[in-house]
């Protein structure tokens, strides 16, 4: 069975704190994602990653950046938090099998930056 | 720009009716469409898949349809349970890395 893991459920920082979110997958697949979810704006990618050690910025990268040192473990990082950054955060992952698109989803760390 | 969008943002259907939610799109290079499930406090799960060269896929007690004609997808699911109860979301894809995800539709089932 697919698993996606992240590591907090919910999460409460302070403005300018650096935050790590982290998501952990078992399947063994290549391509890895962060997005973020607002309500009306559906999901939003911020940052990718194909394989380990590379990354590619998506839709709205700014205020973030990301860390794949191994293949299973995808870090989003807030250098500095802001209260714009309140958010759900999704990771995701999929295999880099022909044009087949299914993401698996982790469970989401709803964030809150006060 | 390319845009995904949804007709209706909530839905709301008694029990053992079917349920039609809609979906609209843009980008006409869009070749894979997937249709996600996402109950509360959980990520987005996927339900069906359909690609653009056919019309129309079935699953369990699921239909997704498709009209490139009109750019427009649609999720049929027969017999709605409450727990079907979710936020569903269209999702479209030209091939490549990035998928164009929906607002989502809120499909509320009354017992």
């Known amino acids: 069975d697919v698993k996606v893991t992240q590591s907090s459920r919910y999460l409460v920082k302070r403005t300018g704190e650096k935050v790590f979110l982290e998501c952990v997958q078992d399947?063994?697949?290549?391509?890895m994602f962060w997005y973020r979810q607002d309500p009306g704006l559906g999901l939003r990618l911020i940052y990718f990653?194909?394989?380990?050690?590379?990354?590619e910025k998506g839709d709205i990268p700014e205020g973030y950046s990301v860390s794949r040192e191994k293949k299973e473990r995808f870090s989003l990082i807030l250098e500095s938090a802001s209260t714009n950054q309140t958010s759900m955060y999704l990771c995701a992952t999929r295999t880099h099998s022909g044009r087949t698109d299914t993401q698996y989803f982790g469970p989401g760390t709803r964030l809150t930056v006060l | 720009g390319e845009s995904v969008g949804l007709h209706l943002p909530t839905l709301s259907v008694q029990e053992g009716d079917n349920s039609i939610i809609n979906c609209a799109y843009s980008?006409?290079?869009?070749?894979?469409f997937i249709w996600y499930k996402q109950e509360s406090g959980k990520g987005p799960q996927f339900i069906i898949d359909?690609?653009?060269?056919?019309d129309k896929r079935q699953g369990q007690r699921v239909t997704v349809l498709l009209n490139k004609t009109v750019k427009h997808l649609s999720l049929q699911i027969a017999a709605t349970q409450p727990g079907d109860s979710a936020v569903y979301f269209c999702?479209?894809?030209?091939?490549?890395?990035?998928?164009?995800f929906g607002a989502g539709t809120r499909l509320f089932v009354k017992a």
């Open positions: 990653s194909y394989d380990v050690k590379m990354k």
């Open positions: 399947m063994d697949h290549e391509n």
């Open positions: 359909i690609r653009s060269n056919m």
């Open positions: 999702a479209e894809n030209t091939g490549g890395f990035k998928t164009i």
């Open positions: 980008n006409s290079a869009s070749d894979y």
